[in-house]
Nanobody, 113 residues
Framework: QVQLVESGGGLVQPGGSLRLSCVAS????????MAWYRQAPGNQRELVAF???????ILPDSVKGRFTISRDNAKNTVYLQMNSLKPEDTAVYYC???????WGQGSQVTVSS
């Protein structure tokens, strides 16, 4: 059974930065493509970034140039570095494998002055 634990969220002013972490209790973590998603109130969950087994990443235009996804296979951890945050980035952020498994509790990110 896979367990995903996200952390690092919080309240930040517009233009600020946060780094989210996700520890995955999963065998052979390095064999999985990992992804970050977010869900704002009243919206569907959307893909924010994913990183392949060999470290290649893809991000949508809405966050490209501001967010960076990375992974540390030795620590079973995937990160999301978020810079130049905007109020519209406010959401609960989740990580998961691709294809997805059971979801964790997520990490709340609130961007507000």
């Amino acid at each position: 059974q896979v367990q995903l634990v996200e952390s690092g969220g919080g309240l930040v002013q517009p233009g600020g930065s946060l780094r989210l972490s996700c520890v995955a209790s999963i065998n052979i973590f390095s064999s999985y493509t990992m992804a970050w998603y977010r869900q704002a109130p009243g919206n569907q969950r959307e893909l924010v970034a994913f990183i392949s087994r060999d470290g290649k990443s893809i991000l949508p235009d809405s966050v490209k140039g501001r967010f960076t996804i990375s992974r540390d296979n030795a620590k079973n951890t995937v990160y999301l570095q978020m810079n130049s945050l905007k109020p519209e980035d406010t959401a609960v952020y989740y990580c998961n494998t691709i294809p997805s498994r059971a979801w964790g509790q997520g990490s709340q990110v609130t961007v507000s002055s």
